[in-house]
């Protein structure tokens, strides 16, 4: 299989500041990472969609400039919560894929539990 | 709006019973269909991908796949209390193969020793 890490897995923050997750394929080429974020007994809601080396693609109704997607490498993608509030506290899981794969499968990192006092 | 639907549950089944979770989609040229397991506070974890018509086993887990009627299913033989989790149906939303995951809701299995 493929292995996604993320780190770290929890962190506790206060509002108003930022915190940066990081995401990385351990054995295998990510040419495309996801993140998406998970509210209590809900869904997984895509944030965005990031390719390596160029902008992320976010989807509707995420701020651009407040979640910070950078994927500068075929094994790295970093999203960072800018400002966050106590409403960002969620769960953040990223997936990664890559073309070298046969199939289309997304593997998904741990997640991050985000809790903003 | 592509959408994917599944019976939040909770679905119960004693142990050693069949577990049948079933997942309808509407956009009709999804191509590509994954059954994941989530365990409560965990991430998703990729149990099944089916991509044609029909039936896929691997192991105890078996993926059914009906695109005249949109729908995919999961059936799982010999149901052991680990199997309790929430079962999340996913399609690849335009049919390309980067495309974005959609997932359902998810539903609940509960199997009872």
């Known amino acids: 299989g493929a292995v996604v890490s993320q780190h770290p897995s929890w962190v506790i923050c206060k509002s108003g500041t930022s915190v940066k997750i990081e995401c990385r394929s351990l054995?295998?080429?990510?040419?495309?990472m996801f993140w998406y974020r998970q509210f209590p007994k809900q869904s997984l809601m895509l944030m965005a969609t990031s390719n390596e080396g160029s902008k992320a693609t976010y989807e509707q109704g995420v701020e651009k400039d407040k979640f910070l997607i950078n994927h500068a490498s075929l094994t790295l993608s970093t999203l960072t919560v800018t400002s966050a509030h106590p409403e960002d506290s969620s769960f953040y899981i990223c997936?990664?894929?890559?073309?070298?794969?046969?199939?289309?499968?997304?593997?998904f990192g741990p997640g991050t539990r985000l809790t903003v006092l | 709006q592509k959408e994917v639907e599944q019976n939040s549950g909770p679905l119960s089944v004693p142990e050693g019973a069949i577990a049948s979770l079933n997942c309808t989609y509407s956009d009709r040229v999804s191509q590509s269909f994954f059954w994941y397991r989530q365990y409560s506070g965990k991430s998703p974890e990729l149990i099944m991908s089916i991509y044609s018509n029909g039936d896929k086993e691997d192991g105890r887990f078996t993926a059914q796949l009906n695109k005249a009627s949109q729908y995919v299913s999961l059936l799982i033989r010999d149901s052991q209390p680990s199997d309790s989790a929430t079962y999340l149906c996913?399609?690849?939303?335009?049919?390309?193969?980067?495309?974005?995951?959609?997932f359902g809701k998810g539903t609940k299995l509960s199997v009872k020793p």
């Open positions: 054995d295998f080429q990510a040419t495309t």
């Open positions: 996913a399609v690849i939303g335009d049919g390309g193969s980067q495309g974005n995951l959609i």
């Open positions: 997936s990664a894929s890559s073309t070298s794969k046969l199939s289309n499968e997304q593997f």
